[in-house]
C-alpha cells in the first residue's frame, strides 16, 4: 500500500547515521554522552504526582472533558498565572484553550488556517513542526533566517513581500529552540505592528518561556497592547515542571483563534484527561517554590558547558534561555553532520547537527543540558576532556 503524498513528502530522517553509530558503539560497550535529547532528565515534582493521584480517584474526571475548551477551574488557574507571572488580563471563558501539549496546538493552528498554496512564514533553524504541518495542508513554508548578526531574531523587513503578500501566518519561539536566543518585548512589538499592518496571526510558542537564566524573565507577546486582535501563543508544563510526557499545556490569545483552534481539536481529539488538568492546577499554584530550583539546576549546566568548549577554543556567549547550547562548527570540519559524526565516533559525544533544523542551521551543533544517568556536571567534565583528548586540533 502506497504511503499518502503528505507522508511521502516529510524529509528523511536527519538522524539515521548518528543513531546507527549510537546503537554499535553502545552494543560494543562504549560510554556516550548523549547532548541530543532534549527531554527533561528531573522527575516531575512530588506535588503534580500527589495531585494527581488524588484527582484521578475522583471518577468525575474518567469521562470526557465536554466544555471543548479545557474545566473551569484549569482555564481560572492559567488566567490567574497570566496576572502574576506576566501582568496581563486573559480571559478565562473565551481566551484560553486547554492543549493535549505545545506541540498538538502549534500542528493544529496552521490546519485551521491554511489552505493549498497559502504561505506560513517560519523561522530557520527552527521545530520541524512548523514545516512539516503546513506542508501537510499544502501550504507553502517561506524560511526567515535566524542569523549571530541579528541576535537570532527574523529580519522582518528582509521578508520579501510577495511572500507577505501570501502568507496567513508567521511563526516565532522565543526563547529559541534550537538557537537558545531570547526575544525582547519591543521586538514582539515590531511584529505585532508587523502582523497588523499585512494581516497575519503570529504563532508565538512559548515552550520555553520558563527556562531562562541569570535572572531573565522572558516576555509574553500578549504583554504588547493589541497583540490579541494578531496573535495566539502556546505554553507548555513540559519543560517548566518536566511533564514532557503528561502532554499539557495551553493556548491562550484572541478569542477569534481560540475558538478555530477549538473547532480543529474537537474533530481531532477529545481533549485533556481532567484529572491531569487538575494536576496542573496544583503545578501553577507551585511556580514560584520549583522553578527557581529548575533554572538554577540547569544553569549550573550551561555554565559548565560553555566554560569548557571555550577553553577548547570556542568563544561562546552563554545564553539566557532554553537547555540549549547552539555552537559553530569548527572550519577544520565541512559540515554539521560530519562534525557530530565525528564527536560520536572519536569521543563518545552525542549532538544534534544544526542541519536537522533547516539550511540555515548548517554551520551549527545543538547540545542539549539535559542528560541521563548521574552526576550530570561530571559527565560535561568528562566530553570535554574527551574532545580535548581526541581533537586536539579543532581550531
Not at 497575519?200 to 509574553?220: H, K, R
Request: charged fraction near 20%; include cysteine.
Amino acid at each position: 500500500m502506497e504511503l499518502a503524498q503528505r507522508l511521502q513528502r516529510i524529509p528523511p530522517y536527519p538522524f539515521r547515521e548518528i543513531a546507527r553509530i549510537k546503537a554499535q558503539m553502545l552494543a560494543e560497550g562504549r560510554e556516550i554522552i548523549d547532548f541530543g535529547i532534549g527531554d527533561p532528565d528531573m522527575p516531575t515534582p512530588d506535588f503534580v504526582i500527589e495531585a494527581l493521584h488524588q484527582a484521578a480517584q475522583d471518577p468525575t474526571t474518567h469521562q470526557y472533558d465536554e466544555s471543548g475548551y479545557g474545566i473551569a477551574e484549569y482555564k481560572q488557574a492559567i488566567s490567574d498565572f497570566a496576572a502574576a507571572r506576566y501582568g496581563i488580563q486573559i480571559d478565562p471563558d473565551g481566551e484560553i484553550q486547554s492543549c493535549i501539549g505545545a506541540k498538538e496546538a502549534l500542528a493544529h493552528i496552521i490546519w485551521a488556517y491554511i489552505d493549498p498554496a497559502d504561505v506560513v512564514l517560519i523561522p530557520e533553524p527552527a521545530y520541524p513542526v512548523f514545516g512539516v504541518q503546513t506542508t501537510w495542508c499544502g501550504g507553502a513554508p517561506f524560511p526567515m533566517p535566524l542569523l549571530p548578526e541579528n541576535d537570532f531574531l527574523p529580519d522582518l523587513a528582509a521578508i520579501p513581500d510577495s511572500a507577505v503578500h501570501r502568507a496567513k501566518l508567521i511563526f516565532v519561539n522565543y526563547p529559541n529552540n534550537p538557537t537558545g536566543a531570547v526575544a525582547s518585548l519591543e521586538f514582539f512589538e515590531e511584529l505585532v505592528k508587523f502582523a497588523k499592518k499585512n494581516e497575519l496571526l503570529i504563532v508565538q510558542d512559548a515552550a520555553y518561556a520558563e527556562v531562562t537564566f541569570d535572572g531573565y524573565e522572558a516576555p509574553s507577546i500578549m504583554q504588547v497592547p493589541g497583540a490579541k486582535d494578531v496573535a495566539i501563543e502556546m505554553h507548555s508544563f513540559s519543560k517548566t515542571f518536566n511533564m514532557t510526557g503528561w502532554r499539557v499545556g495551553w493556548a491562550w490569545g484572541g478569542s477569534e483563534y481560540i475558538d478555530a483552534l477549538s473547532k480543529v481539536k474537537s474533530n481531532v481529539d477529545s481533549g485533556t484527561f481532567m484529572a491531569i488538568q487538575r494536576a496542573g492546577i496544583v503545578a501553577l499554584a507551585n511556580f514560584d517554590s520549583h522553578v527557581p530550583q529548575m533554572r538554577g539546576e540547569y544553569q549550573q549546566r550551561r555554565d559548565a558547558l560553555v566554560k569548557g568548549l571555550n577553553s577548547l577554543g570556542w568563544s561562546l556567549e552563554k545564553p539566557k534561555g532554553t537547555f540549549y547550547i547552539w555552537a559553530p562548527v569548527p572550519p577544520s570540519f565541512d559540515s554539521s553532520a560530519g562534525f557530530a559524526q565525528a564527536l560520536l565516533e572519536q569521543c563518545g559525544v552525542l549532538v544534534t547537527p544544526g542541519s536537522a533544523y533547516g539550511s540555515t542551521g548548517e554551520g551549527f551543533i545543538r547540545m542539549s543540558l539535559t542528560l541521563t544517568g548521574e552526576d550530570k556536571l561530571g559527565q560535561i567534565a568528562r566530553a570535554i576532556d574527551s574532545i580535548a583528548s581526541n581533537m586536539p586540533a579543532l581550531w
